[in-house]
């Protein structure tokens, strides 16, 4: 299994970020994707998640209307859309193959394979 994320740099407060994911070595249709972002001296925290079966998409409260996922299926990738970015969006985000359920995106035990993370700076 390969996870292999891009698309993070340094953007200004406001300004936008399309983060992807591409995936490896695994049905791609049997696994659900999540984001997950973790900050300097904070927890690792659910950024989105979007499931394999029919494609739901679910969020932390915090993203939502900022942040969009989708996936392309024939060529194995998973996208973070972000826009309206604040400073506190800070963090190394990962993606990661596993289970997405609602009300359970922060569930990192719910995700086994995982990514090396692209960092995202966002200045005020």
């Known amino acids: 299994v390969q996870l292999v994320e891009s698309g993070g740099g340094l953007v200004q407060a406001g300004g936008s970020l399309r983060l992807s994911c591409a995936a490896s070595?695994?049905?791609?249709?049997?696994?659900?994707i999540g984001w997950f972002r973790q900050a300097p001296g904070k927890e690792r925290e659910g950024v989105s998640c979007i499931s394999s079966s029919d494609s739901s998409t679910y969020y932390a409260d915090s993203m939502k209307g900022r942040f969009t996922i989708s996936k392309d299926d024939a060529k194995k990738m998973v996208y973070l859309q972000m826009n309206s970015l604040k400073p506190e969006d800070t963090a190394v985000y990962y993606c990661?193959?596993?289970?997405?359920?609602?009300?359970?995106?922060?569930?990192?035990?719910?995700?086994?394979?995982w990514g090396q993370g692209t960092q995202v700076t966002v200045s005020s």
């Open positions: 990661a193959a596993g289970v997405c359920l609602k009300g359970y995106v922060n569930r990192a035990d719910f995700f086994g394979s």
């Open positions: 070595g695994f049905t791609f249709d049997d696994y659900a």
